[in-house]
């Protein structure tokens, strides 16, 4: 946790306490969520109406976080780390603990079912103090900006989700399901989950560690051959070893009974007699004649 973040942390927690505590006075903060409900916004600008019942999706909590999980796990593939989806995990539980307990605890109802003008409406069995929508959105867009891998990213992330979930927080005081209260509580909420979130980083990375490692036992054990049991006193199996098959062998196929009784083909060499070698010409015997093919010396004719 950087000065800024924390600066930014404490800055944020100050806000969130002065929206609970002027909605439990029943300050100009209610008197203003009563105006902009009696305005009726979707009666102003029925245009828009169709178009923000879609918009309002990029809000709620399955389906962000079905895109936003899809688009983490792909990272997470190839950069061959559980962090992005585990992070994504950590702040949506923090998102669904922090938010979800201040929602029951004031139980305030909603601009549809408010009972008397003026009133906050605290502690009636409602469940939209802070807004839902306005905080999940903040999070769940808010976490591509926090994993970002560069500066120029994080700033256009950053921007995005910003943009994102403040027209999410519109739109639902637009529809009339929040009061603007709610969706100033909400704003404050994510962001208090995502510059909180570093303070988790050492529980990720510990998570992380034990997921790897469990990964890798599964993958030794199935790489492991099972060893077949060998009744005692018994005789063992015979092993063949395949020998290679030479210039002068004769390869002969046999089968090599495998275990439950199945054959299976097996390769054995056997070696055979070296054939005898040809005679070469030049190495035969020297035939010598049994006559002198020379011709008799001629004796000298004397005179007589």
């Not at 605890?105 to 909603?110: C, M, N």
């Not at 079912?113 to 003026?118: E, H, M, P, R, V």
Request: proline share 8%; hydrophobic share 45%.
């Amino acid at each position: 946790m950087s000065r800024t973040r924390l600066a930014l942390f404490g800055g944020t927690s100050a806000f969130y306490l002065a929206i609970v505590v002027a909605v439990l006075v029943s300050s100009w903060l209610v008197t203003l969520d009563w105006k902009v409900m009696l305005f009726r916004p979707y009666q102003q600008w029925p245009e828009l109406h169709a178009t923000l019942d879609y918009f309002v999706v990029l809000g709620q909590r399955g389906p962000t976080a079905v895109m936003v999980a899809a688009w983490l796990g792909w990272r997470s593939w190839r950069q061959h780390t559980l962090r992005p989806l585990l992070a994504l995990g950590a702040a949506l539980l923090l998102l669904n603990v922090t938010v979800g307990a201040v929602k029951l605890g004031l139980g305030r109802l909603g601009p549809h079912y408010a009972t008397q003008i003026g009133s906050a409406e605290m502690f009636a069995g409602g469940d939209i103090f802070p807004s839902g929508h306005t905080a999940n959105a903040v999070v769940t867009w808010g976490i591509l900006a926090y994993l970002a891998t560069t500066p120029r990213a994080r700033r256009y992330l950053s921007a995005l989700s910003a943009v994102v979930a403040l027209g999410v927080g519109l739109t639902t005081v637009y529809l009339g399901t929040h009061w603007l209260s709610d969706v100033l509580l909400g704003w404050a909420a994510g962001l208090l989950i995502l510059l909180g979130l570093p303070w988790c980083e050492p529980l990720i990375g510990r998570a992380e560690a034990m997921v790897l490692a469990v990964r890798e036992k599964v993958r030794a054990s199935r790489r492991r051959v099972p060893s077949r049991p060998v009744a005692a006193g018994g005789p063992r199996p015979a092993m063949y070893r395949q020998r290679p098959v030479g210039a002068d062998d004769e390869p002969v196929r046999e089968a090599v009974p495998a275990s439950g009784g199945v054959a299976r083909p097996s390769v054995r060499t056997t070696l055979t007699q070296p054939r005898p070698h040809a005679v070469v010409r030049s190495e035969r015997t020297p035939v010598t004649p049994a006559g002198s093919r020379r011709p008799p010396r001629s004796r000298p004719v004397t005179g007589g």
